[in-house]
């Protein structure tokens, strides 16, 4: 049996969670919900499936070092440092050449770094089912979510269920038939109803060979420069090199630059408590309150305060008389944030960069 | 004519005013409402009586440091430092000592520091009737607030006003019946009604050998340290003098210790626009809002935020959604409090104080 590796892609640059979430320290390295970070909280998730020798984090120069600190048990030459953000395509096929040049079969987890899963053996069991697929039909098999609500902010995959092209079908797991864009809340409410859409959480599972394959056929530019990156990996080129394939590659995405073309495409439906947690909001909705209705993280004094979510984090936060409030306090910054609106956070963040506030980028 | 002497009493320790607030900078050292600190804000306000040689300023070996910095232009003999705080008895005792040691017949002006005045020139002319009383007299004259409300958070001066006794009524100035101290609210509703009482402002006017020989008569003990303490003034054992006096002294107030007791006090009305700034909702109330209803300090970043008040002090704050708070952030706190309820930061303060975290005293 081929090697499972995990690809972690852990080089997002979110702004959803200033003023916690800056460039050196995006949402993926925050401790957001409960204890540990959200990298951390990924890789511990599927241990039992992956050794950490197998593990490959993707992350970029601005963030190695804090990547580095927070994982101390993976090893160092695992940390793949992408000179420069070229969207998910390039991420995974530069995970893959490394993997493929590990174990030519080996297959190859996705998963990005800012996720939370509440149940983490039916995340598992669904993630082996993926890998039975991928080995078997050389495919390509992503994770889609059964949808609790018409959400317009993810992508959605549509699955084919006639039964004589569905041989996986007791395993809940379906040709696909189309990727789907965010929708406007009207369509959302169709893909519902259909019953044969699932949310796009971007976690896949394949065979290194495979996506390189389907990488060569629909990304012939990138599969060229991955191929001429080749040799230099683990010799000391290998750094001017990469700088110099970057240069030359151009940003897209998985979905976008494979997955909506290729051919041989599965989804796993999964229903094990996933959130993207893009938003404070969402953040709020996975922790659990107090006895006041209050979630508090570092020092925090209230009084006649309820059902307000405060991270104090490096200084002290005293409310009197408040409710419904995101109340995030940093070494220079504070956001004081009426529940529910949390999505203007974005706002403020394109504001401060337009203003070039950029020490609170 | 004899000279004319402030003596502005800095040496409060406000927790009102945290996160603001702290016992290195208590309320007088910020600048709380509008440009100037309030300590700076008051003697500005008496320049045209006062010359700033004549200008004493009593403070404290924790504060004194800022308030040399914020009164560059008070000559630094005329700062005088109190070894601690004995309240207001001893701090006017002994700048009365000084004031009668540069002119025995010497006049002086005692205001606290931390007050807000709208209307100067009537301040000023208020004073000017009661510098002429106190001359005339030899008397103790209070200024005494004409009241816009039944607050029960002052004491009052029942003055009397029947013809025979009072020469000074068309000065609206009169002869002090009683003391009151803070009163319940009926009974502050009744004093409302009743005409004949004022909000006691702390402000008070007389000459510095009539308060001398009031001590002397009231306060025998504080007296007797204040003769013994005389011949060391000027010299190189006045520090020395000072500790070991303030060792002897104990604590009381000007208004307890001596007002109650004396007969010859005078109350002269003001209607000036007086606030002591209690507390961070009555600097809302001195504050001139924005468009949005917003009082804004410092880096602000706001969306979709109304009513509120907000001083960003030496970090950025950005609010999403919000009404009616007063949020402070300071280099190592943050405050977030609904207006209305900015009496119970006293009791943050009580809590911090109470588990130690003397960092953020």
Redesign the interface.
Known sequence: MAHIFSVIMAGGVGSRF??RSRERSPKQLLELTGSGTMVQNTIARIEPLVPSVNTLVVTNALQSDEIVKQLPFIPKENILVEPVGRNTAPCVGLAASWVSRMDPQGVMIVLPADHVIQNVPEFLRVLTVAISIAEETGGLVTIGIKPSHPETGYGYIQFSDDEGSNRYRAKEAYRVKTFAEKPNLETAERFLKSGDFLWNSGMFVWKAESILAEIGTHLPELSEQLKALAPSMGTAGYGAALEQAYGLIRGISIDYGVMEKAGNVYVVKGDFGWSDVGSWDEAVRLSKPDEDGNVKKG?V?S??SRNNFIQ?NS????????ED?I?V?T????????K???Q??K??VD??RRKQ?NE?L
């Not at 002290?316 to 408040?322: D, F, H, K, P, R």
């Open positions: 200033w003023p020092s004094i009084r006649n104090a200084k002290i936060v005293a409310t009197i008389g408040v409030l109340i306090s070494e220079d910054a504070v956001l004081v944030c009426k529910g609106q949390s203007d956070v706002e403020i504001y401060i506030m609170y």
